[in-house]
């Protein structure tokens, strides 16, 4: 059947991943008379719409709600964890998939595991939900009100740092790193347990954050917002110069439509989101250029001397003995480091049995990138997608700082693991780029139009009044740190600009 779709609303979403599900959210606080469609080409996979299918207790409807999400690659093997992702393998994570062709040119790194989501929820139904702040370098220095923002984006993501505090090892962890890492540095840099936007149910389960938290019930309670998924924003249409809405393909049946609105806001990650952009004509000179990834090193050490104890509270899909911990960003040491129980690392497992449960450490560390303009996503007139959009080229490569700086990473995660315990392994090794999947740059947020940047502070489009744009692509910084709730955080911004001229003009 034919779905109906509104002729006209307020405002246009295209994904429903966090950052799209921010503005939703935030609209439907401080604006509930406006009328919202939100559009998604991906199905519904879990309920309540978008949350984190780690939230499933059945393996089996897991595994299915993850192939679903996984476009092109529904059904087709993915690496699960624990398993290794070495560099030169070619395979998803659960619920991505990959960019088939295009992700590397002759004479270039690329990205040879580019990836994306395409469900209710987006990566953020997928995700590890780490959520840290960032740092020196990393943060966007012309925001003022950049750690307001951030801790909205805690709000919204509902990020805790309790979750695993009932964790036998996690404590024991954070000791022996604070051992090497913590001297001369501030507060905040040192190590400490993760923000994740994580918390636990009364009766001691974990509860992954999706969408849905961000959507959250107000959203949901929202009579002014409806959510269609597999539905495909094919098109913005411009008017004037101004966002006037979009072309949508009803994936069911193949039908098109246009819904007209006074904004428009592409939250399609940040590979799609230029991709949307450029299909409909719009390219500014900055679109799809500063593509940057976080590099990942990547070791596993053993805690020999622990005891065996019970799991936490709540079983589930992970293990949760040693919780999740975090080394901070320095600009000095470039790297986000994420030190978490193997089961919820992609290390392989040893061999060398019994293992106490918990106590094989995971290690990895991500390395802010070099940023080039030239490291760019270049799209095709005639070649098509999956989707009919048009395809996409990464052109990537790494600079002699970048390589440097993984060096550096190899000879501190060395440090970090035999802190931590017992090395597995001789050395640490590299995941093949693209496997941080925390692409950003591509739609860049400036100070000023000064065609080095495609959006303002408010993340409207430069060259389109009423055309916003959200998602990790907005990120200006080379960060290290996993961007989600700094991109959450830019989504608040832009979503309470629109918010105020929506009801100014009511
Ligand atoms: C396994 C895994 C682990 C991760 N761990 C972390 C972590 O610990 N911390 C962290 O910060 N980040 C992590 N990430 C990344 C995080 O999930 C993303 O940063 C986040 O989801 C980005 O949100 P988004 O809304 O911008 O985009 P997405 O979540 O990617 O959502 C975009 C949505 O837009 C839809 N879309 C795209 N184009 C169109 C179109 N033309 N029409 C209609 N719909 C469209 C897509 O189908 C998709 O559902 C992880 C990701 C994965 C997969």
């Given at each position: 059947m034919t779905r109906t779709y509104p002729r006209e609303v307020d405002v246009v979403i295209v994904g429903s991943g966090p950052t799209g599900a921010a503005y939703a959210r935030i609209l439907s606080e401080r604006a509930p008379h406006a009328t919202i469609a939100m559009f998604e080409v991906g199905p519904t996979v879990s309920d309540p719409p978008g949350s984190h299918v780690k939230n499933i207790v059945d393996a089996d409807a897991r595994a299915s709600a993850q192939s679903a999400s996984q476009g092109p690659d529904a059904g087709t093997a993915t690496v699960s964890s624990p398993g290794a992702v070495r560099a030169g393998d070619r395979r998803g994570r659960p619920g991505t998939f990959l960019l088939p062709a295009g992700y590397r040119v002759d004479g270039e790194d690329g990205l040879p595991v580019a990836a994306f989501s395409s469900n209710v929820g987006g990566m953020g139904a997928h995700w590890t939900a780490a959520c840290p702040r960032p740092g020196g370098l990393e943060r966007v220095d012309f925001l003022d009100d950049l750690d307001e923002l951030l801790a909205e984006g805690d709000r919204l993501l509902g990020v805790t740092t309790t979750a695993f505090d009932g964790s036998s090892f996690g404590e024991l962890v954070r000791s022996r790193l604070s051992a090497v890492v913590d001297e001369d540095r501030t507060p905040e840099q040192r190590v400490q347990r993760m923000p994740l936007a994580v918390h636990r149910r009364d009766d001691g389960a974990l509860v992954w954050s999706g969408s849905d938290v961000v959507f959250g019930d107000v959203t949901r309670a929202n009579e002014n917002f409806s959510l269609f998924d597999e539905t495909l924003v094919t098109g913005i249409l411009v008017e004037d110069g101004r966002a006037v809405g979009v072309s949508v393909q009803d994936r069911r049946d193949g039908s098109r439509s246009e819904v007209r609105s006074a904004f428009v806001v592409v939250a399609g990650d940040a590979l799609r989101t230029p991709q949307l952009l450029w299909a409909s004509g719009i390219r500014p000179a900055a679109l799809g250029r500063t593509l940057n990834d976080q590099h990942q090193v990547v070791y596993a050490a053993r805690l020999r001397d622990v005891a065996p104890s019970a799991p936490a509270a709540g079983g589930g899909a992970l293990s949760e003995q040693a919780g999740v911990s975090w080394v901070p960003y320095t600009d000095d040491l470039p790297f986000h480091g994420q030190v978490m129980q193997l089961d919820a690392s992609p290390i392989p497992v040893a061999d060398d049995d019994p293992v106490v449960p918990g106590s094989i450490v995971g290690i990895g560390l991500f390395c802010a990138k070099d940023v080039q303009w030239d490291d760019r996503i270049e799209f095709d007139e005639s070649e098509r997608d999956w989707y009919g959009m048009p395809a996409m080229t990464l052109h990537y490569s790494l600079t002699d700082v970048d390589r440097d700086r993984l060096e550096a990473a190899r000879g501190f995660i060395q440090e970090l693991a035999v802190a931590v315990g017992e090395p597995l392994g001789d050395r640490p090794f590299s995941l093949p780029y693209g496997s941080s999947l925390h692409y950003q740059g591509t739609t860049r947020m400036g100070a000023?139009?000064?065609?080095?940047?495609?959006?303002?502070?408010?993340?409207?489009v430069w060259a389109v009044p009423g055309l916003f744009v959200a998602g990790n692509g907005v990120i200006p910084t080379p960060t290290a740190c996993n961007p989600t709730v700094t991109s959450v955080a830019f989504a608040v911004r832009g979503a309470r600009a629109i918010a105020e001229r929506l009801t100014a003009s009511a």
């Open positions: 000023e139009d000064d065609g080095r940047s495609v959006c303002s502070r408010d993340s409207e």
